[in-house]
T-cell receptor
Framework: AQSVAQPEDQVNVAEGNPLTVKCTYS??????LFWYVQYPNRGLQFLLK??????LVKGSYGFEAEFNKSQTSFHLKKPSALVSDSALYFC?????????????FGAGTQVVVTP | NAGVTQTPKFQVLKTGQSMTLQCAQD?????MSWYRQDPGMGLRLIHY???????DQGEVPNGYNVSRSTTEDFPLRLLSAAPSQTSVYFC?????????????FGDGTRLSIL
């Protein structure tokens, strides 16, 4: 069975400082990994994905994520956080053998960026 | 191009009532799905569909029915509402069910069962 863990319920960071949101996964096969962001009263928006190839993936709004197979991690990063980055962030995984595309989500991490 | 549209945005029901949450997409996506979002639990898959006429159960299907008569629409039916079904419901779609494709989400339906 596949699972995703986001160990931090909330991450607090000052504007301009680096932001990291952690994600670890467990799958019986090769993973496809995703990050989504949710703003208040809105649906989830796709940020970036890892399919194969380069372990550093760049996505929307200046975010990037690093895939680490040995540590089974896919941490989301941004070099300089903005107040507008305050939102709920979800990591999600699919196994490559799952042709029906079922996503397994983590519990989410609330990011709070203070001015 | 509206993307994924969910109606209603808010709904309050009494225990035992039934209702249908509507979901429509205008992107000609084959794959559609329903999730519920509860605090501290992320999103959990209720039902999904890989094309018109084809549906299957997700992680938490009990108490819910779906059908897919057209590519565009994927309604979710609550047969007899229970307080445990109080949640935020999201519909999502992707071009196909291929595992490497991201999903597009609607803005959700906030449902309270009294």
């Amino acid at each position: 069975a596949q699972s995703v863990a986001q160990p931090e319920d909330q991450v607090n960071v000052a504007e301009g400082n680096p932001l990291t949101v952690k994600c670890t996964y467990s799958v019986s096969g090769n993973p496809y990994l995703f990050w989504y962001v949710q703003y208040p009263n809105r649906g989830l928006q796709f940020l970036l994905k890892y399919i194969t190839g380069d372990n550093l993936v760049k996505g929307s709004y200046g975010f990037e994520a690093e895939f680490n197979k040995s540590q089974t991690s896919f941490h989301l990063k941004k070099p300089s956080a903005l107040v507008s980055d305050s939102a709920l962030y979800f990591c999600a995984v699919r196994v490559t053998t799952d042709s029906w595309g079922k996503l397994q989500f983590g519990a989410g991490t609330q990011v709070v960026v203070t001015p | 191009n509206a993307g994924v549209t969910q109606t209603p945005k808010f709904q309050v029901l009494k225990t035992g009532q039934s209702m249908t949450l509507q979901c429509a997409q205008d992107m000609n996506h084959e794959y559609m799905s329903w999730y519920r979002q509860d605090p501290g639990m992320g999103l959990r898959l209720i039902h999904y569909s890989v094309g018109a006429g084809i549906t299957d159960q997700g992680e938490v299907p009990n108490g819910y029915n779906v059908s897919r008569s057209t590519t565009e629409d994927f309604p979710l039916r609550l047969l007899s509402a229970a307080p445990s079904q109080t949640s935020v419901y999201f519909c999502a779609s992707s071009l196909t069910g291929t595992s490497n494709q991201p999903q597009h989400f609607g803005d959700g339906t906030r449902l309270s069962i009294l």
